[in-house]
């Protein structure tokens, strides 16, 4: 269970006021050597005082701490103010004077009071405001993790028992078949042995029918009966020859368990080494930064612009910077990123080329793609596209060699995604009027399969266009239910976004840097932004600016919104984030 975030020990929350009497206004300055706070114009007049033109005046946050009041054990009259260095003690002004400190080195102890005093609050100010709060986020990503093993282990499971159930419903079947066949045979031969029966029954009627005949015969007493009525040459006919049953044999099947288990296919531990957690990284804070001097911080100060990323965030309006044609497709309906001046472009007509960001087009090679986001550019710089008729998905390495690198089985993929985060690839499938977004590792291995909400209810249609958010969340433009369909890393489903009118297609949709979520509705011919919980924030475009046709949306690295128009070749480039 998580804990709650401890609270910052108290500190000032209000203005200081100035310490000398009767002034009321706020404090700015402190005197070090006498341990006054105090405004300017009483900075001014302190100094103006001969005794105190050799007082260290600082500004507040500089100051020295001052020394709790301390009596020396060994002058009981005075304060323990000094440290001596050869003997790491702290002792009074007097105790310097004994014999066996002669000839060491003191410090004074208000010095190192005030260092190890801000040492403490800047560790302190680390602890409560990155250690404990970056601690607990990692916590609840282990809880996340874990809530996500066991739905991938639920998942498991359950196909387990689906294959279970299908070898049982095969066992089934076949054994229906044998015993069918078994009745059959059983049947013929009964069959045959009733009419063997049944011969028998004649032959034996036969020969009751002789018997009587003869002992007819015998009884007479009549000579001639014998001489002229009894046939010559008599012959009983022979016994009906007949054949024995040839009954079937059972030939019983020779298998073991292991044959059983590669049947049912098994549960295979994952060869991926574990990755560590991303710990972000700590900056600098402003308690402690306003705890350096005043020379150190100037150097810290340039060093912290030089290397912090500028903070960006939505302009007020958005502004073109340029537009270009690409030679080889009539569309723009996807547009992949390559490097920061190269791009994947594909059409309606499964045209797909690489050009720079003059339009100058660098390759092009023909696929099965249509207006569906089926291409992506994976971190080693590799172009992953779907072929939906052959249903695999195609890898091309820089040595422009082409692989087919995942086979999707009964699946058609349509949109796929390389993630940015880890490198996994999300694809977007249909079946069967049924979608899906499967998660794929770098090496191909399939990872997750999302198609249902806890309720059991279908996410998916068709999912034709697919991202991924910096939060991890899987991002889908489903063509069929008009709808963006958000889910979290682990699957969950977080919401859906229907659009702002009557009537809302969403096409193309890509995340920024902010987390902001962008789709094309091809309905109105504008690009929804909305933030990174689904709230809808403004529409980048109107037809009344005299932007048309918008299907495809990409940001890159210098956060350049790339553009793209089903009815013609047009790239169109704008900012809208400063």
Not at 71 to 82: G, L
Not at 92 to 121: A, G, N, P, V
Not at 401 to 408: P, V, W
Not at 512 to 541: E, K, N, P
Request: net charge neutral; proline share 3%.
């Amino acid at each position: 269970m998580a804990h709650s975030k401890p609270k910052i020990p108290g500190t000032a929350q209000h203005f200081l006021e100035c310490g000398f009497e009767d002034c009321e206004r706020n404090c700015e300055f402190y005197c070090n050597s006498c341990h006054q706070q105090m405004c300017k114009p009483c900075r001014d007049q302190h100094l103006k005082i001969p005794e105190n033109k050799n007082h260290e005046v600082v500004i507040y946050q500089l100051r020295r701490r001052q020394l709790p009041v301390k009596k020396c054990k060994i002058h009981p009259t005075k304060e323990v103010d000094i440290y001596c260095k050869d003997c790491n003690i702290p002792l009074c002004s007097k105790c310097s004077t004994m014999q066996e400190h002669q000839r060491h080195c003191f410090i004074d102890l208000e010095s190192i009071y005030t260092e190890k005093f801000t040492l403490c609050q800047m560790e302190l100010h680390k602890i409560y405001n990155y250690f404990v709060p970056t601690s607990q986020d990692l916590q609840r990503e282990v809880q996340e993790d874990a809530t996500r093993v066991k739905q991938i282990m639920d998942s498991i499971r359950t196909s387990m028992k689906v294959e279970a159930e299908s070898l049982k419903n095969m066992v089934d079947t076949v054994l229906s078949d044998n015993m069918e066949e078994l009745n059959q045979i059983e049947k013929s031969l009964l069959e045959k042995l009733k009419s063997q029966e049944k011969t028998f029954d004649d032959y034996i009627a036969y020969l009751s029918d002789l018997v009587k005949e003869f002992q007819s015969y015998l009884s007479s007493t009549e000579l001639s009966n014998f001489t002229t009525q009894l046939p010559h040459n008599l012959k009983i006919k022979s016994i009906p020859e007949t054949t024995k049953p040839v009954t079937p044999e059972f030939s019983s099947a020779q298998y073991r368990k292991n044959d059983v288990a590669r049947l049912l296919g098994k549960v295979v531990k994952s060869d991926r080494n574990a990755e560590l957690r991303r710990v972000k990284s700590m900056e600098i804070f402003p308690i402690a930064a306003s705890m350096k001097s005043t020379s150190e911080q100037t150097k810290q100060d340039k060093d912290v612009k030089s290397d912090k990323k500028q903070t960006m965030s939505l302009s007020a309006s958005v502004t073109k910077v340029r537009e270009f044609k690409v030679p080889g497709v009539d569309h723009v309906y996807h547009v992949s990123l390559d490097q920061s001046d190269r791009l994947w472009i594909s059409d309606y007509w499964g045209n797909l080329v690489q050009t720079d960001l003059q339009g100058n087009v660098i390759q092009k090679i023909k696929t099965s793609g249509r207006d569906q986001g089926y291409h992506t550019v994976t971190q080693d710089r590799n172009l992953i596209f779907t072929d939906q008729d052959k249903k695999v998905i195609n890898r091309i390495t820089q040595d422009d060699n082409i692989t087919e690198f995942i086979k999707t089985g009964d699946w058609t993929p349509f949109s796929v995604h390389s993630s940015h985060i880890n490198g996994d690839l999300l694809v977007g499938m249909r079946k069967d009027r049924e979608g899906k977004v499967t998660r794929y590792n770098k090496t191909g291995k399939e990872l997750q399969n999302i198609q249902s909400n806890n309720k059991g209810q279908g996410l998916y249609r068709y999912p034709h266009y697919i991202t991924e958010n910096i939060n991890g969340d899987i991002c889908t433009s489903d063509y069929n239910k008009d709808v963006v369909v958000v889910v979290n890393k682990s699957g969950q489903h977080r919401f859906s976004y229907t659009g702002q009118e009557s009537r809302f297609v969403p096409y193309g949709i890509c995340t920024d840097v902010l987390g902001h979520i962008l789709v094309c509705d091809v309905s109105t011919d504008t690009v929804h932004l909305l933030d990174q919980d689904g709230q809808f924030l403004s529409l980048l475009f109107t037809r009344q600016q005299g932007v048309k046709f918008s299907c495809s949306v990409c940001v890159d690295d210098e956060n350049n919104l790339y553009v793209g128009q089903y009815n013609t070749n047009t790239l169109t480039v704008y900012k809208y984030l400063q």
